[in-house]
């Protein structure tokens, strides 16, 4: 069998203010809608249809459980890699889980419909292992409630 190969597609990126943060990546070109007041998650359309996604520190805390309570996010980023099915997340995971990385997100099916995990590399970035989106595998809210 062949090893997963993992594709980076996508960056998260922790923002304190939500409608600062929208209004920065909107001038450097990225379709942003202008948000809510309420606002937890952003999607950033880019011309190279790379993902970038703003995020708060609540919502966060939501799909990296190693983040909940805590206070330090901002700015914090996860650097997202896709792979091309819901098993090679795991396999990806349990691989670098044994090379020594830490896991701060274990394998699980996501309320988005994805399976997902994320690893911390060797310089404690946060990189998100994610398989593509089954939609009938989407659920709302999230376990540990709404952002």
């Known amino acids: ?24 990546y909107r001038r450097l ?31 966060a805390g939501l799909w990296n459980k190693a983040w909940v309570g805590r206070t330090d996010l901002v700015g914090r980023i996860v650097l997202g890699f896709a792979v091309a ?3 090679d997340v795991d396999t990806l995971h349990a691989d670098l889980v044994a090379a020594g990385y830490r896991s701060l997100q274990a394998p699980w099916d996501a309320f988005w419909g ?20 089954d939609s009938s595998m989407r659920f709302w809210p999230p376990e540990g409630g709404e952002p």
């Open 85 to 87: 099915t819901r098993e």
């Open 1 to 24: 069998m062949a090893k997963p190969r993992a594709v980076l597609n996508q960056v998260n990126l922790v923002v304190g203010d939500m409608t600062a943060s929208a209004d920065f």
């Open 29 to 59: 070109g990225a379709d942003v809608a202008e948000p809510a007041a309420s606002e937890y998650h952003l999607a950033c359309g880019l011309a190279n249809d790379f993902d970038l996604d703003l995020d708060t520190a609540k919502f």
């Open 114 to 133: 994805a399976r997902y995990a994320i690893i911390e590399d060797p310089n404690g970035t946060a990189v998100g292992l994610m398989s593509p989106v």
